[in-house]
């Protein structure tokens, strides 16, 4: 048994190593493949519940069986850290969230590692390779049409902290969402773009009292009295409501819930020229547990996610947006690459180091 | 002369071996986890050590203690949410326990009608997961701060709501109360029924007026019982996380269960097991002026041999009205939530009141793209993995209450028994401790403790077992509660009569001690059971796709705001709970009858 294990992580670890080095050509697919039909049953933990409908898709098709545990982002992370830490054999493959913690608890620890399978070896843009990025999110800026009918009413974030918005912005707690706290980090790494976004937008330096801009910003919105919510879905239809006099604007929640406007008949729409940024985007990231005993089908499975019959499930509403190239974008959508030059992404490294103080600012002015 | 041994040997009695044995047992499970949440207060953890300039994860630090208590900061990061806790635990637990101590002392000494009734639903509201009040105040006070449709009461008044009102403290501690006073109502309700009439009798003929006996005899006698109610639900108070961060997000009113979340979330456990650490102490200092306040009160031996009921004070003319109230009251704090509820199960799209938008397609409906929101699931009642899940909900919540119950017993005997040595009180207070650690921390530190062998106990990892052990610990504190003041009351004398007669130990438990107290010991089973079936944060790290659980598979729908499923499936979970305890409730009714009126 250990000698299996071990022969499993050499494995991983040099399948790894050689799509780093780009070796990874040498590979022998149809070995994999044959080799992943002798495997045992796959043990996917997924932040998003999609995942289950692809599983069973891809059990149709290669008559491996894949079980699905559908986890919260920290959840999931804390479960597989404290799993593998603890050597239990768990999950093969995590489809994962908030890549700044998992990072730091799964993958620079060494029980999860990357793996890019020839799809996106072939296709992916080289960034979206390590850590394999199975889809992109985007947050954005939304408002209600009723009451804006004709024009965007946001011109610049800074706009936020105005008495014009005052009481008026919801916004999901930051103090409880892990990707806020990544995003607001690169709000501080780019504070220099945030401070020309003041002057640009009132004609005048910003005058701070915090160490930066993106800090700054964070202060003045929470001293703007927002409303802080715990569900997107819920700032989504109280932005979007009919028939209100004075509806909120929705700040960071995910584009996807637009989903639903023809359905529930929400007067919603998002910002398409708030400046700086239009919100920011987050990947979904696939990788492969070190001590997996099925590695090969693992592998078939990751394989699987990343082509565009893998990746369905996700493509029933805009928002969500594979790194392959192929994908056409969903009806009514941009494709990512319009919105990739629009929203803010993080640096991952600057994420991690600073989210602690993105937090404690959030903490100190969030409470009334 | 003896030796030591034969001396020991001597000393065993039943309540020795068990005291030995439970404080083993959980030393292992209470013990442990403290101080893992206790030890990771001082190491840096791996996100954290950006924050410690110069820190490798794993180092001692005493950075969290600091920052916490005295940094530039600490009065947003710790002090403010803790005193918003404060007030929303004292204010909750005075709160549940005058409703709950008002509803009980109807019930049980006065000719209310409907007794029956009034006694099965007061339990309802706790039944109900606590979010459901939270969001039925939001559905009908909301005011225009949150937008979307229009607040119930705005919509019919015209008037709108002020935020203090809609939102915020106010309505974190009333949704709370409201769903924790039957516990006042099940304690208080059950040390009243058991309070022998002939002590009131007595101070009647020496002159004493109803106010006097009231204060003078009945109030001390169910002493005990209010301290438990307090204690229970001002640390429910410390603890709870839904409704306070749903009812004070929108007026930015954070307690410490928040700060918690908050820094778990932020990966900085080291800071969030410390306010998990607070939050336990917080509850440890209740607990320990319980004991100072019940223990120099000495023990109150209600139940004797022989024994009768107190006569009812009649209500008179005030019987009615005073029905009429309680009704009133209960049924709405019931139906509100649960027809709030309902309706979003049966509106194909959310806030639409039309009936062309009416159906059961959440419930029966086939998975459908097309269909109301379009999610192309199932409706809960023909989907056979909910239905699986919702098996082993059942088959987990019924044997942690049976296990419950009979530890409970033993444990609340045991420590009465040996009354006043150290190792009664170690052993209730243990018990006890448990219900003040957060769930969230708890079920993560039982995932590390069980996921490998250790020494004599086997990997639990993946197992129904592991779900049953940490729900039992969990939920122990009810049971132990609940066996210590059934056994409180209950006199020596009757287990004397009992070894006089002959009766063996098992015996003695079964035929006397048992049935004596059944309803007592009933309320402390039907807690876990009633728990188990909602629990969510202490057991999404432990279960695994066999061992699925209502809660955790309907995450998914959460997870995509899918809410008419969540609900259909909360629904269906408070049917069961509600059915079976107002089932066995009338079973334990004829039962203790017979073992009291005897």
Known sequence: MPHRKIVATLLALLVALAGAV?????????????AAQQEGKLMVYSTTSRTATAATNFQELTGIEVEVVRLGEQDLIQRAYQEARAGVESADVI??????????????????????????????AERHQDPLVLGFINRIFGYNTDKHPDHDPFVSVWDLTTPEFRGRVMIRDVAITGEHQNAFTEWVRRS??????????????LVMTEANAGLEWMKRFLENDPIIMTSDTRISEAVGAA??????????????KHRDIPLQDLRLTDSRQIDPTLGYYYPIVLQLAAASESPNAAKVFIEYLTTLEGFEPWADSPGVYTPNPNQVPFEGDMPFWWWEDRLWYYDLDFAAANRGIVLDTWLKYAQR | MRTRLQRFRLNVTPQRVLAVLFLLVLGYLVVVPLGVMLQETFVVHPLERFQIPGSMPGDFTLAHWERTFVSENAYAFFYRPLINTLIISLGLAFLALAIGGTLAWLVVRTDLPFKGLISNAAIIPYVMPSWTLALAWITLFKNERIGGTQGIFTALTGVSTPDWFAYGLFPITITLALHYFPFGFMLIGGALRNIDAQLEESAELLGAGRLTILRRVVVPLVLPAIFST??????????????PAFLGGPVREFVLSTTLYANL???????????????????????????????????????????????????GRWRGPVAALVLTFIFGVIAVPIVALAV?????????????????????????????????E???????????????TMQLAITVALICGVLGMLIGYTVVRLRGTLISRLLDQLSFLPYLMPSIALGSIFLAMFAVARGPIPSLYGTFWLLVIACVVSYLPYAVKAGISAMMQVGPELEEAAIMAGASWWTRMRRVLFPVQKATYFSGMLLPFISVTRELSLLILLVTPATQLATTITLRYTDRGWYPYTNAMVLVLVTIVITSTVVSRRLMKTDLAKGLGG
């Open chain 2, 378 to 392: 199932p409706g809960i009642l023909r989907n056979p993995q909910l239905m699986g899940a919702l098996g082993n």
């Open chain 1, 192 to 205: 220099d773009e945030l401070e020309a976004a003041y002057e640009r937008r009132f004609g005048e330096p």
């Open chain 2, 265 to 315: 979330i932020g990966q900085r456990p080291g800071i969030g097991y410390l306010v998990a650490f607070v939050m336990i102490s917080l509850g440890v200092l209740v607990l320990y002026m319980d004991h100072r306040i019940i223990g120099t009160r000495r023990s109150f031996v209600t139940i004797s041999g022989k024994g009768a009921r107190a006569g009812l004070v009649a209500l």
């Open chain 2, 230 to 243: 307090f204690l229970l639900t001002f640390s429910r108070g410390l603890g709870t996380f839904g409704t």
């Open chain 1, 95 to 124: 489809v994962v969230e908030d890549w700044v913690a998992a990072r730091e608890l799964l993958s620079a620890t060494g029980y999860f590692v990357n793996y890019v399978p020839p799809t996106a070896r072939e296709l992916f």
């Open chain 2, 344 to 376: 979003d199960t049966v509106m194909l799209r959310p806030g639409i009141y039309a009936w062309s938008n009416f159906s059961l397609h959440y419930w029966i409906g086939e998975a459908s793209r097309a269909i109301g929101l379009g999610t192309g």
């Open chain 1, 22 to 34: 780009a070796f990874a050509q040498a590979e022998d697919w149809d070995a994999i493949e044959d």
């Open chain 1, 243 to 256: 028939g209100q006099e004075d509806p909120p604007y929705g700040m960071f929640y995910v584009y996807s």
